[in-house]
């Protein structure tokens, strides 16, 4: 029986396999991918996520301020997706007050780190787009 963890493993046959498939892949690197991925207007995320399916329902707003808080209470490990739901949110209105406040009532059942790592990823979209 190997001494090699089963997980690194798996990570190191499936890392063997994409380099012969295509070496150009060995120096991918996820961050920034979802800037490929363009911000939903308005209009449409209210149409399919938001009161456009069930007229006595949340909004959009409140959904991605939701999702915000969720993916803040799950440590915030989930970079892009952060990034993604912060784009998203202001689009439909939210404020950064109201992303802030999101944020940091998600620390009550997140931890402190967990609100510190999604206010420096919710900073970072909030900059970038005030100097846009």
Do not use: Y
Not at 20 to 49: L, R, Y
Not at 100 to 108: D, G, K, L, P, R
Request: charged share 25%; glycine share 6%.
């Amino acid at each position: 029986m190997s001494n090699e963890n089963p997980f690194e493993a798996m990570m190191k046959m499936s890392q063997d396999w994409l380099r012969q498939v295509n070496p150009a892949m060995e120096s991918f690197t996820p961050k920034g991918f979802e800037e490929m991925f363009p911000t939903m207007p308005k209009d449409m995320m209210e149409t399919f996520m938001g009161k456009g399916m069930n007229p006595e329902g949340l909004d959009a707003k409140t959904r991605l301020l939701l999702t915000l808080m969720g993916l803040t209470i799950m440590g915030a490990q989930a970079e892009a997706q952060v990034r993604l739901t912060v784009r998203h949110a202001v689009e439909a209105g939210a404020t950064k007050q109201e992303i802030a406040e999101t944020i940091a009532q998600a620390a009550m059942f997140g931890g402190v780190p967990a609100m510190t790592k999604a206010m420096e990823l919710a900073t970072e979209v909030l900059d970038k787009d005030s100097d846009a």
